[in-house]
């Protein structure tokens, strides 16, 4: 099978609307038919005007005129191409890989629960921990761009990677709640980005759903702050604000579930300041209300917890966690 290639047509027959809905803690109501109805996850809808046929596995928003089968709606919550999509789909899902990035064609479609019931989610193999160690360069330039200085990179064991899987980009270790290097993350530094690579590379296999960045350190803590990238985590860390990345602006029901086990009680959101972070930011307000304290901070338009001027952070911190 052909390395990098995706079986688009095998991924939207084995993954189900509803699959896709309950990862995203989206509930829908039954409407006529095999019809689901509700808010819209991609704009400010304030009338129920998104449709789902659970049958034909599309949806369209008669308010925004999105509209689409089950890949195009993760690539359009996810702000990423429909290949990507379909990795991260099979990742999620537990689709088999061949080789990187190949579905396999056997796949047997999956039940889900309903994501109108909210059913907890089905038992799915963690992540296991790595055997090695990759050996960076804590001193690049670009995560001095980023505010990121040695102490702090050599804290979180982050540096450029000069070879392998992770070869020209910033390395970045990804830890289980308990502790375990379970995956890199890899982002592009080094000039033009290459034709069908993308700015941020995860291994085949890597569970993201079953991990929140930088949880191990700050599980004991009551008060967390929840931001969508990694350098936005060491950011606050380095002004000593606990804080856990989603790796993007979706909570899996696992991730959502892991905060509660570990005892956490109040969540502050900081989701970027363009407009699909703050979408993401009012979804996840309206999901996690009724289980834990939330507040939220409205970025100015365009930064990032990472970029904004830090007495702005330090300020909205103070009032809010």
């Known amino acids: 099978m052909k390395k990098g290639w995706v079986d688009f047509k095998q991924i939207k027959s084995s993954v189900t609307f509803e699959q896709v809905l309950a990862h995203y803690g989206i509930q829908l109501k039954p409407a006529k038919g095999d019809e689901l109805l509700g808010l819209c996850p991609f704009h400010e809808d304030t009338k129920p005007s998104f449709r789902v046929n659970i049958k034909k596995r599309v949806f369209h928003c008669f308010g925004c005129d999105a509209k689409g089968n089950v890949l195009d709606f993760v690539a359009r919550k996810e702000s990423v191409t429909i290949k990507k999509a379909g990795l991260m789909v099979s990742e999620w899902f537990g689709i088999g890989l061949g080789e990187i990035g190949a579905i396999n064609a056997n796949t047997e479609p999956l039940k889900t629960p309903s994501p109108v019931a909210r059913a907890p989610t089905e038992a799915v193999e963690p992540n296991k921990p790595l055997k090695f160690t990759l050996k960076v360069e804590p001193d690049h330039p670009y995560l001095k761009e980023r505010g990121i200085d040695a102490s702090v990179a050599e804290e979180f064991g982050v540096g450029f990677c000069n070879r392998g899987m992770m070869k020209d980009r910033i390395a970045i270790p990804i830890h289980d709640t308990e502790g375990h290097l379970v995956a890199y993350a890899g982002r592009w530094v080094s000039g033009e980005l290459p034709e069908g690579e993308e700015k941020y590379k995860l291994p085949p296999g890597f569970k993201k759903s079953l991990v929140l960045f930088n949880l191990h350190r700050v599980k004991a803590e009551k008060k967390l702050v929840v931001v969508e990238g990694f350098f936005s985590v060491m950011r606050l860390h380095k002004l000593g604000i606990p804080a856990v990345a989603l790796m993007g602006r979706s909570l899996s029901q696992e991730q959502e579930k892991i905060m509660g ?25 309206q999901r996690l209300a009724g289980k834990f304290h939330v507040g939220v901070v409205e970025l100015p338009d365009n930064t990032e917890p990472d970029t904004v001027d830090e007495s702005v952070l330090r300020e909205v911190c103070r009032e809010t966690t």
Request: proline share 8%; with cysteine; aromatic share 0%.
């Open 261 to 285: 086990e570990c005892g956490v009680k109040i969540l502050t959101l900081m989701l970027d300041g363009d407009p699909p972070g703050r979408e993401a930011q009012a979804q996840l307000l």
